[in-house]
């Protein structure tokens, strides 16, 4: 009786509530069990539906994830899918900080290709790495941060760990400070590349932020700078960018970063680095590591996270590594040994394929003097459209808009000073997709489209409050 009227109450159901789509159907009087109901309900959402003169209890099965939410777009690659979905032909996309060719299109350095082609000629293996990763990578990339000469590698006082890209290498130190110095602060500059506090906050790490970026000169706060670096408890770990501030492409100058040093010295604060444009910044790897070699030329200890997405175009292979730079080889030996613990259950052992590139373009002499001519082309193309956008920024703004602020900025990005009513106007008349901090990638923009940018900056900035 029972199965002959739920076969007649579902044929009567919508699609959505029939027994081929995998909801039950319990009779409120007749044969209805209540066990079956009860060990139902563990895993289904229950509801009482009525159908005419019939009362039924209908059990759906729902995810046991629906308390779920959808979680918001990422606010960088998110900008990536908008540009995807626009048709206009202008459109720009200088969101995401890759580089691009003068044609706007993504670039494998030569140099890469060669040391792919060596690495196939050889028909190397896809063994595991070690926890640390390739013996060859670390080698050449502390190397290559601190000068091969340097005393802390020649006193062996570097623990270096391969890491999944700056991102990765950034994680594991954030997790060496959350297990080694609980409590302690990180405080990075305001504003700062946005997975910072992400990834900070995912290591269960307290931060808080230094002034860094002063609106009004869309320059450097220095004075604030250094008060809130004063201000921090002693002992904090100042989170600096080692050359091409993201997002505000906005260095302190030589003698602002020694008296950065001095502040910190004196509050007994650890400086860690995040150096994810060497070479890419100036065109020069010494020059991009100077910041990293001073401190380090001042006998402190201190972190380093490297990444070689930009300046070798390893984007996708996620390789960098993390460098503690320690005042002894055995307290540099214990750190290594702790790293190696903290990436085991994160993900076992780091990809091998960047890492080979890597050690095969830094440690073959003719490989590594073409990277350092293909990094100065890049560099200079940015330069070179940095350069032109000013000129036209200039030249077609009559208001007496002093614009050199985008001269002294350096690396990928241009911070334009536009805030967000400004930057959604760009994005959403001119089809120029960017952060909506006023952030624009230079590395997506080529000569031919830098008075169109300049159009779209001086209306957005003059039109729009
Ligand atoms: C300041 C900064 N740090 C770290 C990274 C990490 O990049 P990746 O994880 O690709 O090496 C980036 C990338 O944009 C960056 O701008």
Redesign the pocket.
């Known amino acids: 009786m029972a199965s002959t009227m739920i076969a007649l109450a579902s044929a009567s159901l919508p699609a959505s509530l029939s027994l081929r789509n995998n909801c039950k159907l319990k009779m409120k009087r007749g044969s209805f069990d209540h066990n079956a109901l009860l060990k139902e309900k563990r895993n289904s959402f229950i509801k009482t539906k009525s159908f005419g003169r019939l009362t039924m209890v209908v059990a759906v099965n729902v995810s046991r994830f629906e308390g779920i939410t959808m979680a918001p777009p990422d606010p960088?690659l998110g900008v990536s899918e908008a540009f995807k979905a626009d048709t206009n032909e202008m459109k720009l996309n200088l969101g995401?900080?890759a580089y691009r060719t003068e044609e706007l299109q993504p670039y494998v350095l030569n140099v890469v290709k060669k040391a792919e082609n060596l690495m196939l000629e050889r028909g190397e293996n896809k063994e595991y790495l070690p926890i640390e990763g390739l013996a060859a990578f670390n080698i050449v990339t502390a190397e290559l941060l601190f000068g091969a000469a340097n005393s802390v590698i020649q006193q062996q006082r570097v623990a270096t760990v391969q890491g999944?890209?700056?991102?990765?290498?950034?994680r594991l130190a954030a997790a060496l400070i959350e297990r080694y110095f609980p409590g302690a602060k990180v405080i990075m500059s305001s504003p700062?590349?946005g997975?910072?506090k992400n990834i900070l906050n995912d290591a269960g790490v307290p931060w808080s932020e230094y002034r860094y970026y002063d609106p009004k000169t869309v320059g450097l706060d220095f004075d604030g700078m250094i008060s809130d670096i004063k201000a921090a408890p002693e002992g904090s770990f100042v989170l600096l960018?080692g050359c091409?501030?993201?997002?505000t492409g906005i260095d302190p100058t030589p003698e602002q970063w020694e008296k950065i040093a001095d502040v910190i010295q004196e509050k007994n604060h650890i400086p860690f680095f995040?150096?994810?444009?060497q070479g890419f910044a100036s065109g020069s790897l010494d020059a991009d590591a100077s910041s990293v070699r001073s401190f380090v030329a001042r006998g402190m200890e201190l972190l380093v996270?490297q990444?070689?997405?930009?300046n070798l175009g390893l984007?996708a292979e996620?390789?960098?590594a993390i460098n503690v730079v320690c005042s002894s080889a055995d307290a540099a030996e214990r750190v290594k040994s702790q790293l190696k613990r903290l990436a085991r259950p994160m993900y076992s052992n780091p990809p091998i394929h960047g890492a080979r590139i890597v050690a095969n373009v830094v440690g073959n002499p003719a490989l590594f003097s073409e990277w350092k001519a293909e990094m100065e082309l890049m560099a200079g193309r940015i330069k070179n459209v940095r350069q032109k956008l000013y000129d036209s920024l200039s030249a077609k703004d009559k208001s007496g808009k002093d614009w050199s602020f985008i001269l002294k900025q350096i690396g990928m990005f241009s911070f334009t000073g536009l805030n967000k009513a400004q930057s959604d106007n760009m994005t959403n008349k001119w089809h120029v997709y960017m952060t909506k901090d006023g952030r624009v990638s230079l590395a997506g923009l080529s000569s031919a489209k830098c008075e169109y940018l300049a159009d779209a900056i001086i209306d957005s900035y003059h039109n729009v409050s």
């Not at 999944?164 to 290498?169: E, F, M, N, P, Y």
């Not at 990444?307 to 930009?310: L, T």
């Open positions: 960088i995401v900080g999944l890209s700056g991102t990765g290498s950034l700062t590349w997975n910072h960018h091409a501030h993201n997002p995040d150096v994810a444009y996270a990444s070689y997405s930009k984007y996620r390789i960098g």
